[in-house]
């Protein structure tokens, strides 16, 4: 393979008709991964709070707890008492972008590395930040806000607004995307280099290991901490530190 | 064909940046099933359980407040107890102290009497042998003094008429 092609999801099946401007459903990777993420947190909720004790409690449960206060701590922490309802939410964005960025680790598409997905969660949370704003202004200050401070500023102010969501959902599908690039990069490479490596042995034997990419064990592990793991975890945590601040944000004004 | 089954036929794949609208719609509505099951699986039995630990915690410092309530009524029914034991005890050892010193000066002087009484029976013991010794020394002595004196003068004398002589000097012998 000296050829390395970076495409989007798979299309595993098709429904052939075509809906007005929507389209043809596809089920494609992406959806079929994130089926999978959200059964693979579900079946872990399942499996974290079951046997719950309020005494002498275990190890798993002592995690389990933790991870709600974390969730807590984190949204009232950002938001404030008030949004304590987003909780859930917050935590739902969090552990499917982080399961759906660490899922490429075992060598499946990753739902992340496909822009509808990020462009669905920023969709959402731009209309919970325009929701609040409404909310905090009344409607006519939300439109009011747009002319400020000057009419003329109304086209970059909504921009600006739009700006938010598009930069959310690029930011996130950047990082994977890169290291979904990264990594089919890094895999051909060294593919190519230990073929041409064992080449050099003489004979049949050279021949037949030099089939074998034998750089591709291991060394792309090292970069993978980084554009996997690194970029995996720091891209969940940003989204959700955003959505949190946003919204938080919309609500005072 | 209806459908593009999966592994059989080459598999299309999606451009990698696309507007895929279904997907979109899919994935919104996955996010917000996905909030439901976290917040039904995870969040609800851990707030239950830990609702159900706060009010556990909270019954057993109820609880703990009662005890010590309990505890200090207790113990000032213990002290209370405990002061009257030792006022009884006191008592009871100054009854018994009292009674001892009644009872040893009772012995005392039962004693005493005792040996008063001892000493008083000895002296008239003492007092009536001596009678006895002077009596028969009396009986004795008057008939050796006859013997003498008969000796004496040679002739009888009456005993009769020489008694009172007779008592009369040992009379004397015995105040002397």
Redesign the interface.
């Known amino acids: 393979m000296d050829k390395l092609s970076?495409?989007?999801?798979?299309?595993?099946?098709?429904?052939?008709y075509d809906f007005p401007?929507?389209?043809?459903?596809?089920i494609?990777d992406?959806?079929i991964i994130?089926?999978v993420v959200?059964l693979i947190?579900?079946l872990l909720?399942?499996w974290?709070?079951r046997g719950?004790?309020?005494?002498k409690i275990s190890k798993k449960q002592a995690f389990?707890?933790m991870?709600?206060e974390m969730?807590d701590k984190f949204v009232i922490g950002n938001m404030g008492e008030k949004f304590a309802y987003m909780?859930?939410?917050v935590?739902?964005?969090f552990?499917?972008s982080l399961v759906s960025n660490l899922i490429s680790l075992f060598g499946v598409w990753s739902?992340t590395a496909?822009?509808?997905?990020e462009?669905?969660?920023a969709?959402?949370v731009f209309i919970m930040i325009t929701r609040q704003k409404i909310k905090a202004n009344g409607l006519g200050g939300y439109l009011k806000g747009f002319t400020e401070p000057i009419v003329i500023m109304t086209p970059f102010n909504m921009l600006s607004e739009l700006s938010t969501p598009i930069s959310m959902a690029g930011r996130h599908f950047g990082n994977i995307?890169s290291g979904v690039v990264i990594n089919g990069l890094m895999y051909t490479a060294l593919a190519v280099a230990s073929s041409k490596l064992l080449g050099l042995l003489p004979g049949a034997v050279g021949a037949l290991l030099s089939q074998i990419p034998i750089l591709d064990v291991g060394i792309p592990a090292i970069l993978s901490v980084y554009f996997d793991w690194f970029t995996g975890v720091m891209q969940a945590f940003i989204f959700c530190m955003l959505t949190t601040m946003y919204i938080a944000n919309a609500a005072e004004a | 064909m209806l459908f593009n089954i999966p592994f059989l036929a080459e598999t299309a794949t999606q451009d990698l940046v696309s507007v895929a609208p279904w997907t979109f719609i899919a994935q919104i509505c996955n996010l917000f099933i996905q909030m439901l099951l976290i917040k039904k699986f995870l969040f609800k039995p851990i707030r239950e359980m830990l609702a159900k630990r706060q009010e556990l915690a909270d019954e057993k410092i109820r609880k703990a407040e009662a005890d010590q309530v309990a505890a200090e009524e207790l113990k000032s029914s213990y002290e209370k107890n405990m002061q009257q034991a030792k006022d009884k005890a006191g008592e009871i050892l100054a009854t018994a102290q009292k009674n001892a010193a009644t009872q040893s000066d009772e012995i005392i002087r039962a004693a005493n009497e005792q040996a008063i009484a001892m000493k008083s029976k000895a002296e008239a013991d003492i007092a009536q042998e001596r009678r006895k010794a002077v009596n028969e020394l009396k009986g004795e002595i008057g008939s050796m003094a006859m013997e003498i004196a008969g000796k004496v003068i040679e002739r009888e004398i009456s005993e009769k008429d020489h008694a009172k002589l007779i008592d009369e000097f040992i009379e004397n012998v015995g105040k002397a």
């Open positions: 970076i495409t989007g999801p798979k299309i595993r099946f098709e429904i052939p401007l929507l389209g043809r459903i596809r494609t992406t959806l994130s089926w959200m947190i579900t909720c399942i974290l709070t719950l004790k309020v005494e389990a707890e991870l709600v969730a909780v859930p939410f935590a739902a964005l552990a499917t739902p496909d822009l509808n997905t462009a669905a969660w969709i959402v995307l």
